[in-house]
């Protein structure tokens, strides 16, 4: 466990060496304006707060996502490329730690990236309406969760595919992913009557992650009461995934001849 940490710390310094934070800063200061420039065009309606909220955290969801699927695409490949990856296994580390180490790194620059940009809202927020809105960091943290399980696929994928290839099935996965029901029910149901799309959609989407369970912006940003309990729901179905694909890149990984 030990050489885990100890490769997680080395792999997360590596990131910020490569100054991949400075997206998140630059996102951040963005943030941090949002709310008074929506607030100088409301025509004193006072839903600013409401827009600014809806807009932050949809820019903070998607943000996440890119930086999960960019980083996790890249890593593994990088290390094969430049053969780094050889000092590594020469010592007494498996190459499931090695993975592990990768993703862990991941989770800790992205936990760092929603801490902070969730702070930039909040703060922003919090500003002009003299009130202090910590709801909103349940929103950031669910979209945390969406994230690392995005990471944890596109990790595994990235073992056995190129950076592009594995960029190209992690967008995949959570466009399909992300495909709310509705969608497939009135649009290729109903309005399109192209039942063979509406299957392949439906099997496509039970056989992956529904990230749309992910998604409480909408109960947060609406003040819409729900079961807290859902959150420790949530937690438990993202490390499912996480640790299922931990379990195939390990498989995948293992098999590969280096």
């Known amino acids: 466990m030990m050489e885990t940490l100890i490769l997680t710390h080395l792999y997360f310094l590596g990131s910020v060496r490569r100054q991949v934070h400075l997206a998140t800063l630059f996102l951040g200061t963005i943030l941090f304006m949002l709310p008074s420039y929506i607030n100088a065009f409301s025509l004193g309606i006072n839903a600013f707060e409401r827009v600014s909220k809806d807009f932050g955290l949809t820019l903070i969801g998607y943000f996440g996502i890119a930086m999960a699927i960019l980083l996790a695409s890249t890593s593994i ?32 620059l992205l936990a760092c990236s929603y801490l902070f940009l969730g702070l930039c809202l909040s703060a922003a927020v919090s500003a002009l309406t003299r009130q202090i809105d910590l709801t909103l960091f349940i929103a950031v943290f669910t979209s945390f969760l969406q994230a690392c399980v995005m990471g944890a696929i596109t990790s595994a994928v ?101």
Do not use: C
């Open 158 to 258: 990235s073992t056995v595919a190129s950076p592009a290839l594995a960029g190209t099935v992690g967008a995949f996965v959570f466009l399909v992913g992300s495909l709310p029901g509705a969608f497939i029910r009135f649009f290729l149901v109903e309005d399109r009557d192209n039942q063979f799309a509406a299957a392949l959609a439906t099997g496509l989407k039970s056989a992956l992650p529904n990230l749309a369970v992910f998604s409480l912006k909408d109960p947060i940003v609406h003040d819409i009461t729900f079961n807290h309990s859902y959150i420790f729901a949530l937690i438990g179905y993202a490390l499912v995934w996480v640790a299922l694909s931990q379990v195939v890149a390990g498989i995948l990984f293992g098999r590969r001849d280096l």
């Open 77 to 108: 490949p990088r290390d094969l490329e430049n053969r780094s990856i050889y000092p590594v296994l020469a010592r007494p580390v498996r190459r499931y730690q090695y993975l592990l180490a990768h993703y862990l790194a991941l989770v800790a």
